[in-house]
C-alpha cells in the first residue's frame, strides 16, 4: 500500500514560481488504496500525518519510521481534520453532520450538530484562528439526499469552542469549502467548488468576516479537479487544490504556478520538521513535494507561531 512513485511536472506562470518551488521538484506517492482521501493534517508533537478515507469511514496515520496505520473506524466518514490550540483532533464527520474533538484521554464528543435548530449539511472543511475560534464550511456533499438538507444555506461558520455558541458569518458561496487564514489573520480566504473561484474576505477585530471579493479564478482547461483545500505559507502565498493539482498564489492573487499531481488533489497540508513538505490528498493515494516556504503550522496554546 506504499510506494515512491514520483511526477516531476510543474507548470510555471511566473518567475516567482522557483523560488518557492524549487527546479525539479516532484510529487512522490507516500500511501495507496483507499476509496477517497481528505483532511491531511500534520501532528508536530507525534510526528504523524492523520487524514480521512470519508467513504471507507476510516481516519489513518502516517509516518517515515511505521508508515501506514489505522486510526479511528468509524469516522463518522470525516472529511477536514485539524487541531486545536491544545493539541486535541477536530474532525469534520459527514456521516454524523457535526463537528467533533477528541478528548485527551480519547473521548469522543460532538462540538456542534445544528444551527438555528435545525441540523447542519454536512460540515466540510475546518480552521482554527489563535484565539482559539473554530471557522468550518457547511456544503452538502455529505448527505444521500438532497431533502434531508435542513439548512437554508451552504455556511461559513464560526465556533466558541468553550461556550457552543454558532455564528454564521456568510451564507453567499454556492459551496463553501477550503479554507484558510493569512499569516496575519487580516483575510480568510474560502473557495466555492461549484466554480473555480476563490474568494476571501476581510477578517474584523471581532472575528466576523466583511469585504467579500474575488481573490483568484483557476483555469479549468490545465486539468481534472477543481478548487478544494487550501494552504497558506509564511509569506502569504495561497495554495488550493484545483484543476491539474496544487495552484500556488501570491497574496496579490497572482497565479504563480501549479505543482502537477497524477490524481484529482482533495486537500493539503504543511507537515515535517521545518514545515516544509507538503502533504497532498488525492482521490486513492496521498503525495508529498519538499517546497522551499515554510507553511503555517497548527497553533498550539504553548507555541504561538501561526494558524492552520
Not at 521538484?25 to 470519508?54: H, N
Not at 487544490?241 to 497572482?254: D, F, H, L, S
Request: some cysteine; hydrophobic content about 30%; glycine content about 10%.
Amino acid at each position: 500500500m506504499t510506494e515512491h512513485q514520483e511526477q516531476p511536472r510543474t507548470l510555471r506562470f511566473h518567475s516567482e514560481w522557483s523560488r518557492i518551488v524549487p527546479e525539479g521538484t516532484s510529487v512522490r506517492k507516500i500511501a495507496d488504496g483507499f476509496q477517497f482521501t481528505e483532511g491531511p493534517i500534520w501532528d508536530r508533537e507525534q510526528a504523524k500525518l492523520y487524514f480521512s478515507d470519508i467513504p471507507a469511514n476510516r481516519i489513518y496515520s502516517w509516518d517515515s519510521r511505521d508508515g501506514l496505520q489505522l486510526f479511528r473506524e468509524p469516522s463518522g466518514n470525516s472529511n477536514g481534520l485539524t487541531l486545536d490550540r491544545s493539541g486535541r483532533l477536530l474532525a469534520c464527520e459527514h456521516g454524523n453532520r457535526r463537528v467533533s474533538i477528541t478528548d485527551d484521554d480519547g473521548r469522543i464528543r460532538t462540538l456542534v450538530e445544528s444551527f438555528g435548530g435545525k441540523r447542519l449539511n454536512s460540515p466540510n472543511d475546518i480552521v482554527v484562528k489563535s484565539d482559539g475560534m473554530i471557522y468550518f464550511t457547511d456544503p452538502p456533499y455529505g448527505l444521500s439526499d438532497p431533502s434531508e438538507q435542513e439548512q437554508p444555506c451552504q455556511g461559513v461558520y464560526r465556533l466558541n469552542p468553550d461556550s457552543s455558541e454558532l455564528e454564521l458569518l456568510y451564507e453567499g458561496l454556492h459551496r463553501p469549502n477550503g479554507l484558510a487564514f493569512s499569516p496575519d489573520e487580516s483575510i480568510l480566504y474560502v473557495n466555492d467548488s461549484s466554480t473555480q473561484d476563490l474568494f476571501a474576505f476581510d477578517v474584523t477585530a471581532e472575528g466576523t468576516l466583511s469585504h467579500y471579493r474575488l481573490f483568484a479564478r483557476m483555469d479549468s482547461t490545465v486539468g481534472a479537479g477543481g478548487p478544494d483545500g487550501m494552504k497558506v505559507d509564511t509569506e502569504g502565498n495561497v495554495y488550493a487544490t484545483g484543476p491539474g493539482g496544487i495552484w500556488v498564489y501570491n497574496p496579490a492573487g497572482e497565479a504563480l504556478g501549479v505543482l502537477l499531481v497524477p490524481e484529482p488533489a482533495a486537500n493539503l497540508g504543511w507537515g515535517g520538521a521545518d514545515r516544509r513538505t507538503l502533504y497532498i490528498t488525492a482521490n486513492t493515494s496521498v503525495y508529498a513535494a519538499d517546497l522551499s516556504i515554510p507553511g503555517i503550522s497548527v497553533m498550539r496554546s504553548k507555541d504561538r507561531e501561526g494558524t492552520v
